[in-house]
């Protein structure tokens, strides 16, 4: 499933400063759809590269981190449960940065 | 807990009930769109304004830019109140240049460019000019601990400085309300009364010759951070055409300022200045400052963030109970005076940047750092510290009133 994966707010330092990401990812084994948790879980293991604690706390983003997916906001779309479609677009911002 | 089926196509927005929700607001749990949040999020700041009677007509108004979010929301939506609401305030920007190489001077590329684009006069005050050291410098001499106590201090009075070069009636900051709630746990964990009492107060310093102020005290960061991104769909086919426009366009290296420039002129709406902020994230989301990793205030920050995401009100409710406290009559509070050796504001015979800056130019950049037992070999400051050690323990330590 294609995606295009959006860091923002100091994020995209921890994967070699680079801010879009288009990727590959196909739900796990016996599932239909790919949800957020899993996607974490894939990001994770493949884009970050440092500090993986500055994005991730227990097996979702770390508080202070904003996740769109589609310009909306995750927790209208149930959070770790959200379904991803083909060409979703999914933004994490740090909000964790000086003003 | 929601438990949402499928994508939120359906879900409505709860104020217009046409559009669908974007976003959950941290205040009020109501799920908005994107045009009802931009609405709100700027009349709310209004109200603020009007009921805490921040400003008159005809002051001179500097805003404290930094090029960061905050402070570019902040001069965005300040400007755009301005005209829609009639305030007859004279806007400046004011920024100030700490001399970070490689972080302060691509922020105030950014600032620069909102001088521009809102047409605000810029003003730049900077460490070198004023104290004859960049933070570059200072780092250099005493690491990267306390470094940030340097900044801070420094900052401070440079932007009253900058505000005095202005001739403005008032400054105002971006903090908002994370940075408030946080600021007042910082000041309970150091047992700071003074800071404690004024730290919640939305203008600051009204004795002083510029007193401050924060519209931004009761909204979320959540939110700003969030806003640039709301204005975006607004205007999304005007960005497509502006983006046509520019990338025809030989010179790359400006790329973005022209993108911003051509989008404003394509349209007739005023709003389209926000484009510029969208597109400004790319350079203002990533400003985090290189020696900030070691500051006390980022573990006050993250329990924040943990508690707000058990619970978003818990940040208005931390300001409110920090706007509750009540300081003993009987508590003694340091005695606001002037420093002998540049007229600053100040609780001690000198004030704090030039006790800092003493040490800097001597070379025992360790003076006025900490506790008085870091001290003890200075002689000078074995004195001052003797009076504050004792006024510290004259001081009753205040019985708190709820």
Redesign the interface.
């Known amino acids: 499933m294609q995606l295009t994966l959006e860091f923002g707010g100091g994020l995209e330092l921890l994967c070699d400063s680079v801010k879009i990401h288009q990727v590959n990812v196909d739900p796990q084994d016996g599932e239909k759809k790919l949800t957020m948790k899993q996607l974490l879980g894939w990001v994770r293991s493949n884009l970050i590269k440092e500090r993986p604690e500055m994005f991730m706390k227990g097996d979702s983003v770390r508080p202070g981190v904003l996740v769109l997916v589609n310009d909306c906001d995750w927790e209208l779309s149930g959070q770790l449960d959200t379904t991803l479609d083909e060409k979703d677009v999914v933004v994490f911002i740090s909000t964790l940065h000086g003003g | 807990m ?3 089926e ?3 196509k359906g ?1 409505l927005c709860s104020i217009c009930n046409q559009n ?5 607001r941290p205040k009020t749990l109501e ?1 908005i769109c ?1 045009d009802c949040f931009y609405e709100v999020f700027e009349e709310e700041i209004h109200r603020v304004i009007v009921d805490n009677q921040l400003f008159k007509s005809g002051e001179r108004i500097a805003i404290g830019a ?1 090029g ?4 570019t929301v902040l001069a965005y939506v300040m400007s755009e109140l301005n005209h829609r609401h009639n305030y007859g305030l004279d806007l400046f920007l004011l920024s100030v240049d700490e001399g970070i190489t490689g972080y302060r001077d691509d922020s105030l590329e950014t600032v620069k460019r909102n001088e521009i684009q809102y047409g605000l006069a810029l003003k730049v005050v900077s460490y070198k000019e004023l104290y004859g050291w960049t933070m570059d410098e200072i780092v250099k001499l005493i690491g990267l601990k306390n470094n940030c106590t340097f900044c801070g201090v420094f900052r401070r009075q440079a932007l009253d400085r900058g505000a005095a070069l202005l001739k403005v009636d008032k400054l105002v900051t ?3 309300a ?2 408030i709630a946080e600021t007042v746990l910082l000041n309970i964990l150091r047992g700071d009364i003074a800071r404690l009492s004024r730290c919640t107060s939305i203008t600051t310093g009204e004795d002083g010759p510029i007193p401050r102020c924060k519209p931004f005290k009761y909204t979320y ?2 939110e ?3 806003y640039p ?1 709301c204005c ?2 607004v205007f999304i086919s005007c960005l497509f055409f502006s983006a046509l426009l520019v990338f025809s366009l030989p010179h790359k290296p400006c790329y973005l300022f022209d993108f911003i420039f051509y989008a404003y002129i394509t349209s007739e709406n005023l709003n389209l200045l926000f484009t510029y902020a969208y597109f400004k ?2 350079d203002y ?5 290189i020696y ?1 990793p070691n500051a006390y205030r980022g573990f006050a ?2 329990f924040i ?2 508690l ?2 058990i619970r978003p009100r818990a940040i208005l409710d931390i300001i409110k109970s920090g706007e509750d406290f009540r300081i003993s009559m009987y508590t003694k509070m340091p005695e606001q005076s002037n420093c002998e050796r540049c007229g600053y504001i100040s609780s001690q015979k000198w004030c704090k940047a030039c006790v800092l800056l003493e040490g800097l130019n001597r070379g025992l950049p360790k003076l006025g750092i900490g506790r008085s037992r870091d001290l003890n070999n200075e002689q000078n400051k074995i004195i001052k510290q003797g009076n504050e050690t004792r006024s510290i323990q004259s001081k009753q330590c205040g019985t708190l009133d709820f």
């Open positions: 929601d438990i949402v499928t994508k939120p879900r669908r929700a974007a976003l959950k799920q994107k930094s960061g979010k905050d402070s971006g903090h908002n994370d940075d960061e959540k700003i951070v969030i991104f975006i769909m994230r790319l989301f990533s400003t985090e400052c900030s920050r993250e963030k943990d707000e995401r």
